[in-house]
């Protein structure tokens, strides 16, 4: 019967950058405290409740042709530059939607949230998949997730406490774990990824 030594065994020995990129997402995703709570900060500076829900349209439109985008940037500037960039992209594009007056402004600043903020993950995705062999990439894609999931599930809980006393408190705790990211990633980052790992049949 196999015992619990290998999976330990086979995490241990995933490469640095997938702990980074893990740890780095774990960061961006629980200080995104923005989204959740637009709607609501949004009708409490008195706009109507049409414009705080096309608010947040706005954004995941945004979000959803980030991916193109942070595709040929990862390729023409590479993935350390497009991560980076994009987190402090986020970090002023969210302290600028807090900025913003009018119903047009509002909506294309929180279109170029949403863009600007997911223009990473071509790059982190292509790092995972450059830097771990195909044996072990399910499982260190199963690890950058993890941080994903713990962050987006941690982050709203506290947002939610911080929101019951100021709502532009999110807002600069959102630029912070994006800024805090950014820095990681340029610190960390590979330039650009390695030649694709061989991966088995």
Not at 7 to 22: I, S
Not at 64 to 84: C, E, F, H, V
């Amino acid at each position: 019967m196999a015992d619990g030594t290998a999976p330990r065994r086979d995490l241990a020995g995933l490469p640095r950058l997938v702990w980074v990129l893990a740890g780095g997402s774990f960061v961006n995703n629980f200080g995104n405290f923005v989204v959740p709570f637009l709607v609501l900060y949004l009708i409490h500076r008195g706009y109507r409740p049409d414009l705080a829900a096309a608010a947040v349209s706005a954004y995941a439109a945004g979000k959803m042709t980030a991916g193109p985008l942070g595709g040929l940037l990862a390729d023409r500037l590479g993935a350390r530059a497009t991560t980076a960039g994009s987190m402090a992209g986020s970090a002023v594009a969210t302290l600028a939607l807090a900025a913003v007056r009018g119903p047009l402004p509002i909506l294309l600043t929180a279109a170029a949230t949403g863009l600007i903020a997911e223009l990473y993950r071509p790059a982190t995705s292509a790092i995972l998949a450059a830097e771990v062999p195909g044996p072990r990439r399910v499982r260190a894609f199963g690890v950058y997730q993890l941080g994903v999931s713990a962050g987006s599930t941690a982050g709203p809980a506290i947002g939610g406490l911080v929101a019951e006393h100021s709502y532009l408190v999110l807002f600069f705790g959102d630029a912070a774990t994006s800024l805090a990211w950014a820095i990681l990633a340029w610190r960390s980052l590979p330039r650009s990824p390695a030649r694709p790992a061989a991966a088995r049949p």
